[in-house]
Structure formats: C-alpha cells, structure tokens
C-alpha cells in the first residue's frame, strides 16, 4: 500500500490563531506514479506490435505469389494492430486522469451517452467475437462528474467485458438510481450504480482481491493478445475514487463477472445557459 501522504500550510491568523491546511497527497502520489510506470512501460510495449507490423508487410510483399501465406500474415497484423490501438486508448484514458488534484470540469453527464461511447469503443472486437452488447434503458439517468474520465471507467469495463468473454456470447449493461441511505459511506445524495456482466472466463477470488492494482493481470500472455497492459481496472478505480464512488466486483470461474460501478447521481441541466439557474418563460 501507498504510504500516507499530506501536505501541511500552516497560515496565522492574528496573535492565536493559526489556520492548518492538511491536504492529503496519497491520491496525487498514486497516480504520479501510476504515470511513471506507464511511460516507463508503454516505450516497451509499443516497440513489440510494431516491430511486429513492420516484419509482417516485408513478408507479404515477399509472399505476393502465396495467397494464403499472404492471408495468414494479414490476419497476424489485424492482430498486432488491434494491440497498438488498444494501447494508444490506455495513453488517452491515462491523459484523462492524470493531473486531477482537483475533479475539474464536473458537469451533468448523460448515462445514456456514456453507454453508447463504451459500446463504440468495443464495436470492432466485439463484432469479430460475435458478441451481442446490451444495455438496458436508462430513463434519463444522468452522473455527476468529469465526462472524460467516467468515459474511460465505463469504456475499460466494457473492453474488457469483451476481452475476457468466449465468441457468441453477451454483455449486458445494466443501471439504477439507488439512495445512498442503503449504502452508508459512500458518497452522499442519490447514486448511479452501472453494472456491467459479461458470461467470461470470470476472476478467482485470489485474483479479485488485486486485479485492481496497476500493472496486475491474470494471464499475462492471453492479455498481452489483447493488448492489455494491466492498467485498466486501476484507471477505473481511479475514477471511481476521484468521483466519491466505488467500485466492486462478483465473479463465478468459468461462468462470468459483473463489475459495478456506484457514482453520484446529476441532474439533467436546467437551462440552455448552463448557468444553473432555471429557465425563465421568454
Ligand atoms: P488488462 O489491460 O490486462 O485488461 P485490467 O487492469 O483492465 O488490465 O484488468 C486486470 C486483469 O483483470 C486482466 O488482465 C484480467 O486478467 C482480469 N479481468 C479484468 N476484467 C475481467 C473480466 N471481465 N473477466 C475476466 N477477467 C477480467
């Protein structure tokens, strides 16, 4: 674990009074590192599928009289390349969280909207894997957050939903406003819980308590085909964290998990003016 971290400003105020600021660090240092390690990592990563790409287009160029060597090879680059855009997402996923002392940018965020960003994202693999993405209504529900980052919490459970699900099976994305009466400690005010199930390979329990650590992955090498690198589920905690949400997930082995997601609920905004104030009869 991450040693406790904080900043301490002390500030007088008049001859008996001093104010003390303590602001806790611990956050900022995690996704610091997370960062370091990333940069450190990601130069490695992205040498192997394009090395890799560039080896195969020689061989296709020398096999242009094999046709099926010739299909053999495009079927290992369509690999490799679904690796590296798999890789450039996490980059753009980890730019969205880092630097997030403060949650800016914090406005009311269509459930609806970020369902349908998730689902594009997979729409590639899954469609290769015949697996069917389903998302139940959401009835207008809306969170209260950073659009980038929630984006990228919902779009790394659903890539993955698909990564670890056998072909010709489903996904189903599921939400509900809970009062968070019932679930004392978590952020005050109405919740948005989204869940999101798949019928995969599911997680051990051993694996459950740390897959939410950066770089940690059950099977490196069926990973790596997939072109992950261990990053996601800790991006998803992040954002979960940074919102006042949890995270949580339920797995049986060889039949399917279900990662859920609680986050504070938004409203829908009120005026064209986006100034918070209801809209006036013209
Ligand atoms: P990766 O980039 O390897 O997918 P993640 O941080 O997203 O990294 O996930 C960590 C590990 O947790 C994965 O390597 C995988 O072994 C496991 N995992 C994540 N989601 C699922 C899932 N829906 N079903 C089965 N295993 C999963």
Redesign the pocket.
């Known amino acids: 674990a991450d040693p406790l971290a904080v900043s301490v400003r002390v500030a007088p105020l008049g001859s008996r009074l001093v104010l003390v600021l303590v602001e806790d660090l611990t956050d900022r240092r995690r996704i610091e590192a997370i960062r370091r390690d990333f940069v450190a990592n990601v130069s490695h990563e992205l040498k192997t599928p394009v090395g890799a790409l560039s080896l195969l287009s020689e061989a296709v160029a020398d096999a242009s009289d094999d046709p099926e060597a010739v299909q053999r090879f495009a079927g290992r680059m369509q690999i490799e390349a679904t690796r590296l855009a ?1 890789l450039v997402q ?1 980059i753009i996923d980890l730019s969205r969280v880092q630097d997030d002392r403060l949650l800016v940018d914090v406005e009311p965020v269509p459930v609806d909207e970020l369902i349908a960003e998730a689902i594009d994202r997979c729409r590639q693999p899954a469609a290769a894997k015949q697996i069917l993405i389903a998302a139940g209504g959401t009835g207008d529900l809306y969170l209260h957050g950073n659009r980038g980052q929630l984006a990228a919490a919902l779009g ?2 659903v ?3 698909v ?3 056998p072909p010709r099976t489903r996904v189903a994305i599921a939400t509900r406003r809970i009062s968070s009466a019932a679930v004392l400690g978590e952020a005050d005010g109405e919740l948005i819980e989204i869940s ?1 199930t ?1 019928q ?4 051990s329990e051993k ?1 459950r308590e740390r ?2 650590e ?7 090498a ?3 085909a ?11 905690k992040h954002v979960a964290a940074s919102h006042r949400g949890t995270v949580a ?1 339920w ?1 049986v082995e060889g039949q ?2 279900t ?1 859920t997601l609680r986050l504070p609920a938004g409203h829908a905004p009120v005026d064209e003016l986006g100034d918070g104030s209801p809209a006036s009869p013209a």
Not at 200 to 203: E, F, R, V
Not at 214 to 220: A, H, I, L
């Open positions: 798999s996490e790394n459970l890539e993955n939903a990564n670890y699900s999101v798949d995969g390979i599911g997680i694996d897959i939410f950066r770089f940690y992955r059950v099977d490196p069926r990973s790596r997939t072109g992950g690198t261990g990053l996601g589920l800790s991006i998803v997930v797995s399917g998990s990662f």
